[in-house]
């Protein structure tokens, strides 16, 4: 039976190609199809690099919400990636293994593994598929041998180059780019065009690189800009849904992969029908350098007692297009409204006791297939009219290009309306949860009480403090009280008079 438009807001996502928003409606109405540049895996990743998959977990979680399936698919990089996103340099993953004398190999398992934690932690859904490219090295080759059938690439000595004059309108994506960003473009002797890229890389002569494969242009390694074409279409087709990316990638990957499949196709559609990016993840303060002892990563921030999912509230309190800043007072505030939204839902299920429904999506979202629309159909069932009427506030933000700075009042608006029974917040912070992923119904307060890297204390020698000092208070002896309070003060401890976790770990976040 054909899949009907999901009732509600039409959704409306903002196209980069044009520079404006438009409805979505899948190519195929069963399945949403959706490809993301995933990590090239040669280090950690970066806080700022996370905001993207952030972003395109809210994204996709949205089009479950309002009633589509989606396919997704996030690929590996562990191959001709260069130490520039502008074309040139030395293969990043060839520079790490050196640097780390590993092979390769090792260095692309270890850090997809830590990738892959990372978005754990993060609440972010795992792809429908993990695309890796030393996978592909064959789609590859003979996606590169049919573009040079159109004409569309020249060999040189060093490899082989795509002539960007050959596709329609190529760097429309980009818009009007600055001297300056053609200018980072690796400068080729036999270059046709300063802003043509390698398709193939030959090892230089004499040389041998860790990961090298034959080919019709010699031994060599792929450019990084092929994999994605020929990852996306093996797995979406020619023509699919979303891509997405980070702003980084819109004046230079993009616009190659862009062309690569105009020249694939021989058409001048551009591979998907829509192109998102989020913006960046901005440090005005320097406070996430590493040289500086920073926040570069999410262990990072786990090392100072934060809470992953802090950081996943403070990248959705932003709007993707927006610039984000990261601060230690912006990520303190995400984390204390994190806890506060963790207060409020755990005591209304305190006070809801055993929920049927809650067993039900629990069942279901451990089922492989699950759906959002079936969890919501389960969550919304017979709102009252006031209730309802939230929802529809929820949908029309989270349909307005994933208006979700708007959304996230909503949800605190739901759990705090006294009027209503507990049940029925919780089915609405349940609902709305599906799509910003905070975990607030498994959740419970005393997860967000991290462990700092540096903490000396012993949660047992914590508890046997505080329990002298509520016998002091008891027996009126402040003094004894208030030297006790500031003893553990002094070792990284807040003492939360009134809050049923008692204490909390004082972060040190500057």
């Not at 100072?304 to 990520?331: I, T």
């Amino acid at each position: 039976m054909p899949h009907s438009a999901p009732a509600g807001q039409p959704l409306v996502l903002f196209n980069s190609v044009t520079r404006a928003t438009q409805p979505f409606a899948p190519i195929d109405p069963e399945m949403a199809k959706i490809y993301s540049c995933g990590p090239t895996v040669y280090n950690f990743a970066h806080l700022g690099n996370l905001r993207a998959y952030v972003f395109t977990d809210t994204l996709r979680r949205t089009i479950n919400w309002k009633g589509w399936n989606a396919t997704h698919v996030i690929n590996i990089t562990d191959v001709g990636h260069l130490t520039s996103d502008a074309d040139e340099g030395d293969d990043k993953m060839e520079v790490a293994a050196r640097t780390a004398s590993r092979t390769i190999w090792e260095i692309a398992a270890f850090y997809t593994d830590a990738f892959k934690n990372d978005i754990a932690r993060l609440g972010i859904l795992p792809p429908t598929i993990w695309s890796v490219a030393t996978d592909h090295i064959q789609d590859m080759i003979a996606f590169g041998r049919r573009i040079e059938q159109h004409g569309s690439v020249y060999e040189l000595d060093s490899g082989l180059y795509f002539d960007v004059t050959t596709v329609p309108d190529y760097g429309r994506l980009a818009g009007t780019r600055p001297d300056e960003v053609v200018g980072r473009i690796e400068a080729v002797e036999g270059k046709r065009h300063p802003a043509d890229f390698a398709i193939w890389r030959k090892s230089p002569e004499g040389s041998t690189r860790q990961m090298e494969w034959a080919s019709p242009w010699g031994v060599g390694a792929p450019g990084w800009h092929l994999e994605c074409s020929v990852m996306s279409m093996k797995y979406l087709g020619e023509q699919f849904d979303i891509h997405t990316g980070g702003i980084d990638h819109r004046e230079i990957h993009h616009c190659n992969e862009i062309a690569q499949n105009q020249a694939f196709t021989g058409t001048a559609a551009t591979g998907a029908n829509i192109w998102m990016h989020n913006n960046f993840l901005v440090d005005r303060g320097g406070k996430m350098s590493k040289s500086k002892g920073g926040f570069a990563t999410l262990q990072s921030l786990v090392d100072r007692g934060v809470h992953p999912l802090a950081y996943r509230l403070l990248c959705l309190s932003a709007h993707y297009r927006s610039e984000l800043e990261f601060s230690p007072e912006n990520l303190g505030a995400a984390l204390t409204r994190l806890k506060r939204l963790l207060i409020s839902v755990v005591q209304l299920r305190d006070k809801a006791g055993d929920l049927p429904w809650l067993r039900l999506v629990a069942e279901a979202a451990a089922t492989k297939g699950a759906s959002f629309a079936y969890q919501r159909s389960v969550l919304e069932s017979d709102l009252p009219a006031d209730a309802a009427a939230l929802v529809a506030r929820f949908d029309e933000a989270v349909s307005a290009d994933l208006m979700i700075p708007q959304a996230l009042p909503i949800l605190e608006e739901a759990v705090a309306k006294k009027a209503w029974s507990p049940d029925l917040r919780l089915r609405l912070a349940a609902s709305f949860d599906l799509v910003l992923g905070l975990g607030l119904l498994t959740l419970d307060r005393a997860d967000l009480r991290m462990r700092p890297a540096g903490a000396t204390l012993e949660e047992a020698d914590i508890e046997v403090q505080l329990t002298d000092r509520q016998a002091a208070r008891a027996e009126k002896d402040f003094a004894r009280s208030d030297a006790i309070r500031d003893a553990l003060a002094a070792q990284g401890i807040e003492l939360m008079d009134g809050d049923p976790l008692r204490w909390e770990w004082r972060l040190a976040l500057d």
